[in-house]
């Protein structure tokens, strides 16, 4: 069964500093990949989404994320975080289904705070 | 273009109740998703619709249930509430032509709270 884990719970950085969020995820073939992220109220916004093509994937909000199938991983990278950004990140895999549908499998997702 | 909408966005209720929440999907879109999030269990899929055809379901009891209409809006159902149904209610809508790495677009949600 399709699994994702994002290893950190909670992550403080301070503005203007880097940030990387980790994901790994477990599926036998070719995934499909995406990060969401929640402002507390809301719901799910997409960043960016991989299934082919270049392992470097940039989505919106200066967001990047790179895709290393020899790791399992599809980690989300920003090089300089704003108070913005404060929210919490979902990395998801995209699984088939029997009827030719896809559900989406989320891991536990990351709280990111930013310290001013 | 509209996003998601999810009707309504709060609601409170006991034990025993009943609830429908409505989704309407971006216009275009054919599919439509639910999903539950809590804290404990984070995000969990509940089931997807298309063309008024539940596609796929997930591993909720059968107190939870949806439908979809012939214009893609969707509701879904809860019976018999218990208070582990608290949560908040996404829907998701897409396109629904089961392409690879269809993207899901997601509503505000509705947060249900059950006293």
């Known amino acids: 069964a399709q699994s994702v884990t994002q290893p950190d719970i909670h992550i403080t950085v301070s503005e203007g500093a880097s940030l990387e969020l980790r994901c790994n995820y477990s599926y036998g073939a070719t995934p499909y990949l995406f990060w969401y992220v929640q402002s507390p109220g809301q719901g799910l916004q997409l960043l960016l989404k991989y299934f082919s093509g270049d392992t470097l994937v940039q989505g919106i909000k200066g967001f990047e994320a790179e895709f290393k199938r020899s790791q399992s991983s599809f980690n989300l990278r920003k090089p300089s975080v704003h108070w913005s950004d404060a929210a919490e990140y979902f990395c998801a895999v995209g699984a088939p289904t029997l009827q030719g549908a896809q559900k989406l499998v989320f891991g536990q997702g990351t709280r990111l705070t930013i310290n001013p | 273009k509209a996003g998601v909408t999810q009707t309504p966005r709060y609601l409170i209720k006991t034990r025993g109740q009943q609830v429908t929440l409505s989704c309407s999907p971006i216009?275009?879109?054919?599919?439509v998703s639910w999903y539950q999030q809590t804290p404990g269990q984070g995000l969990q899929f509940l089931f997807e619709y298309f063309s008024e055809t539940q596609r796929n379901k997930g591993n909720f009891p059968g107190r939870f249930s949806g439908r979809q209409f012939s214009n893609s809006r969707s509701e879904m159902n809860v019976s018999t509430l218990e208070l582990g149904d608290s949560a908040l209610y996404l829907c998701?809508?897409?396109?629904?032509?089961?392409?690879?790495?269809?993207?899901?677009?997601f509503g505000p949600g509705t947060r249900l709270l059950v006293l």
């Open positions: 216009s275009g879109h054919r599919s």
């Open positions: 998701a809508s897409s396109l629904g032509q089961g392409a690879w790495g269809e993207t899901q677009y």
